[in-house]
């Protein structure tokens, strides 16, 4: 059966850090793309980042471009989403999905995605 698990989600100051991460268990990671999305109160569910089977190709929405990193821990079997420069605008709950498809990139089109984790709570406050 497979499952994924968010973490590190948590409350920081605009302007700082967190780090999430993605771990699965009932299969490995590194063999579909993984995308990250997030959903505010009262809003859609939105794509923030997905990254290609192996270590290839990765998106990121406009509105975290620059800010956001999406990277592979095969090691681990994870998937992590570095949010540096974080701002109120940020605050979400993000989920992590798996997309068993064959696309030929990564989509973060939530329609695309066959699993979801529980999602972890990032507010961003001061």
């Known amino acids: 059966q497979v499952q994924l698990v968010e973490s590190g989600g948590g409350l920081v100051q605009p302007g700082g850090s967190l780090r999430l991460s993605c771990a699965a268990s009932g299969l490995t990671l590194d063999h579909y793309y993984i995308g990250w999305f997030r959903q505010a109160p009262g809003k859609k569910r939105e794509g923030v980042s997905c990254?290609?089977?192996?270590?290839?190709?990765?998106y990121y929405t406009d509105s975290v471009k620059g800010r956001f990193t999406i990277s592979r821990d095969n090691a681990k079997n994870t998937v992590t989403l570095q949010m540096n420069s974080l701002e109120p605008e940020d605050t979400a709950i993000y989920y992590c999905?798996?997309?068993?498809?064959?696309?030929?990139?990564?989509?973060?089109?939530?329609?695309?995605?066959?699993?979801w984790g529980q999602g972890t709570q990032v507010t961003v406050s001061s």
């Open positions: 999905a798996i997309d068993l498809g064959d696309l030929a990139r990564c989509s973060i089109s939530p329609y695309e995605y066959d699993y």
């Open positions: 990254i290609d089977r192996g270590d290839g190709y990765r």
